[in-house]
Nanobody
Framework: QVQLVESGGGLVQAGRSLRLSCTASGFVFSINAMGWFRQQPRKEREFVAG????????LYQDSAKGRFTISRDNAKNGVYLQMNSLKPEDTAVYYC???????????????????WGQGTQVSVSS
């Protein structure tokens, strides 16, 4: 069965960095597009970053551009989110997600993601 497990969250001061990891199992990871979403306190879940099946194209939420980088390592069945220059508003539970189809392009639409991890907490203090 498909499983996505996030790790790497924690409590950091504003301006610091964190690298989130997501390890996938139960499917052919190398041909699935992946994404990162987050849910801030008292807010709805929102798209953060996406990467297509081949890793050649990426997509970012405006607030993440220039600060966050999504990447993947198919040999390790992993997708990562490098977060630099963290701000208090980045505080959220971050979720790794895999799209339903194969050979798909990056997408910010949560509806195309059928598999989700349990989430990892990121807390940024001011």
């Amino acid at each position: 069965q498909v499983q996505l497990v996030e790790s790497g969250g924690g409590l950091v001061q504003a301006g610091r960095s964190l690298r989130l990891s997501c390890t996938a199992s139960g499917f052919v990871f190398s041909i699935n597009a992946m994404g990162w979403f987050r849910q801030q306190p008292r807010k709805e879940r929102e798209f953060v970053a996406g990467i297509n099946w081949s890793g050649q194209r990426t997509l970012y939420q405006d607030s993440a551009k220039g600060r966050f980088t999504i990447s993947r390592d198919n040999a390790k069945n992993g997708v990562y989110l490098q977060m630099n220059s963290l701000k208090p508003e980045d505080t959220a539970v971050y979720y790794c997600a895999a799209q339903n189809g194969i050979f798909q392009e990056e997408s910010s639409n949560a509806d195309v993601y059928g598999y989700w991890g349990q989430g990892t907490q990121v807390s940024v203090s001011s």
